[in-house]
């Protein structure tokens, strides 16, 4: 596949500011997807302004979502969600909302890589235990930035360690560490075979690989055939979902090639400028027409 180096970009918060009016969709299409539909639509917490803020919940209750993404806090706050209280404050609110907690990340490894810090290494230990407490399958481990593994084969080594040392936790509790990276589909295949555990999976963000330059059709439904992606990102750089570069009718045709069920979140999606509530309730019409 084409391996064309890509701008190591990362997205930041978009703030609340005027905007023109967005492109409108079908009006028929569903805010709240019923329990017993194949996918629900959630959003990275960080994408809508509040990460690790119980705030996201009714941010998330407000666009029309059906879940979000929770981000386990950062280096500064010591990784807060590790707290028995934050995490019954975090339940009680998705309770109150109806905003469930559709996963679990630690962005934070972008700026302490799992592949050389300790500190990286607890985290993601104790993020098994806070995951199983919220009631999510899947963790997001980040792999971009300083953490990133493109062309590192020797950090690479370590994660791989790494993980198995903690995959066995994961796969007594049920849940799924999920890699997100810059790494081809074949150089994820690479690190789960070498760790050996049905507790690791990718984490498919088909921005990313567009970015990369890889053909995301042919590695959705390659990977998804051995069963080794757990969830999705739906994003966009710059643009709203559907307006960029990746052609989201045929990823979903690629999905229900593989048979995908679960949580899709968005990511990113906010063009520079506009609105993020309208951005993202846009977004949000934009995937259940998708994904209808």
């Known amino acids: 596949m084409n391996r064309r180096t890509a701008l190591r970009q990362t997205l930041g918060f978009i ?5 023109a009016s967005l492109p409108v969709l079908n009006a028929k299409s569903s805010l709240q ?88 290494e607890q985290w993601v230990q104790d993020s098994v235990g806070v995951a199983k407490a919220l009631g999510a399958k899947n963790i997001l481990l980040a792999f971009f930035n300083k953490g990133d593994l493109k062309n590192d084969p020797q950090g690479t080594q370590v994660v791989i360690e790494r993980l198995k040392a903690v995959a066995p936790k994961a796969e007594k509790a049920g ?75 045929e990823v979903r045709k690629a999905i229900d090639a593989i048979q995908y069920g679960g949580w899709v979140h968005i990511e990113g999606a906010v063009p520079e400028g506009k609105n993020m509530l309208e951005s993202y309730t846009y977004n949000n019409k934009f995937v259940r027409e998708i994904l209808a």
């Open 175 to 249: 849940i799924v560490l999920a890699i997100e990276s810059w790494l081809s589909a074949e150089e994820h295949m690479a690190i789960i075979d070498a760790v050996a555990s049905p507790a690791v999976k990718v984490y498919y963000d088909v921005c990313n690989s567009t970015v990369m330059g890889y053909d995301i059709l042919k590695e959705i439904r390659w990977l998804g055939k051995q069963k080794q992606i757990c969830e999705f990102h739906f994003k966009e750089n710059s643009y709203l979902l559907g307006q960029g570069k990746v052609n989201y009718p």
């Open 33 to 120: 997807n019923p329990n017993n539909q194949r996918f629900r639509v959630g959003a990275c917490d960080w994408s809508i302004g509040q990460s690790s803020k119980i705030e996201a919940f009714d941010v998330a209750k407000t666009i029309g979502l059906d879940g979000i993404q929770v981000n386990l806090g950062s280096e500064k706050n010591d990784m807060h969600l590790r707290r028995k209280d934050l995490q019954k404050a975090w339940r009680e609110a998705a309770k109150r909302t109806g905003v469930q907690i559709g996963g679990l990340a630690l962005g934070e490894l972008n700026n302490i890589p799992y592949k050389s810090d300790p500190r990286a």
């Open 15 to 19: 703030g609340l500011s005027t905007t």
